[in-house]
């Protein structure tokens, strides 16, 4: 007699509407904080990076440690990746001069590699995938790459400086937004691999955050709120803290 196979959880949340709701949260807390610390503190981009790298490599081990998954841990860790994102992806694009496109095609292909290693060794990067310390580490590279992918694509997109498209933060919004609702369609509609269509929609959620955070907290003559950056973070902190408390927090089946 055959006895049923018994389900293992992963270290990361299941994806829901609230995942993304979150996430997207996050990604703009990402942008508000890296941008406070760097530019309203005046510490510069490679100070900035360092700290927040800092932060990043604790958040990590510590989430790694750990045998289940645990909500507010997990959150920490996604916003230490948005922040570092952010700050490094600035550090490439303008301290390096690297500009946004040159910066954007080297993190697109650290990301597929990242993404080629992690199916090398799980033979998928479905997230459903992320139940050993060994594979946890590249979803987390993984996450770190294309948060800072995401940074320096808003960029492109929305400032006109570094030769970007200079579309504004509001029409970049848009358009990151239309994209998602492209994937929305190509999840529901057809039968396109899961995993790419989640990986898209995590890579494109980040653009959305960076070019929201910007429009809080940038000048008014940039096209911005010209928002208190910290003030912006804390309620986004705050905002992402409630979001926890409401939506149900469970580690994912497979």
């Not at 808003?154 to 933060?169: P, Q, T």
């Not at 003030?231 to 927090?249: E, H, S």
Request: proline share 3%.
């Amino acid at each position: 007699m055959s006895t049923p196979v018994e389900k293992t959880l992963s270290k990361v949340p299941a994806v829901t509407l609230g995942f993304w709701i979150i996430k997207i949260a996050a990604t703009t807390l990402g942008e508000t904080g890296g941008d406070w610390v760097t530019m309203s503190l005046d510490l510069g981009y490679l100070a900035g990076s360092a700290i927040f790298l800092a932060i990043f490599a604790v958040a990590v081990a510590a989430q790694v440690s750990v045998k289940k998954f645990h909500p507010y841990l997990y959150w920490a860790t996604i916003i230490a990746t948005t922040t570092l994102g952010t700050t490094l992806a600035d550090f490439c694009d303008r301290s390096l001069g690297a500009g946004y496109f040159t910066g954007m095609s080297a993190l697109f292909v650290l990301l597929m590699l990242s993404l080629a290693l992690w199916y090398w060794r799980a033979g998928s990067v479905a997230v459903e995938t992320v139940n050993s310390p060994q594979i946890e580490k590249y979803y987390w590279i993984t996450i770190l790459f294309s948060q800072t992918l995401g940074t320096a694509l808003g960029d492109f997109m929305a400032d006109d400086d570094l030769h970007g498209l200079g579309l504004g933060y509001e029409w970049s919004a848009l358009i990151f937004c239309g994209g998602l609702a492209v994937v929305a369609v190509l999840w529901f509609g057809t039968r396109l691999s899961r995993a790419g269509l989640f990986w898209a929609a995590f890579i494109l959620t980040r653009p959305l955050g960076a070019t929201l955070g910007d429009f809080l907290d940038k000048p008014l003559a940039m096209g911005g709120l010209a928002l208190s950056r910290i003030y912006a973070t804390l309620a986004l902190v705050v905002f992402i803290v409630i979001c926890i408390r409401i939506f149900p927090q469970k580690a994912g089946e497979h």
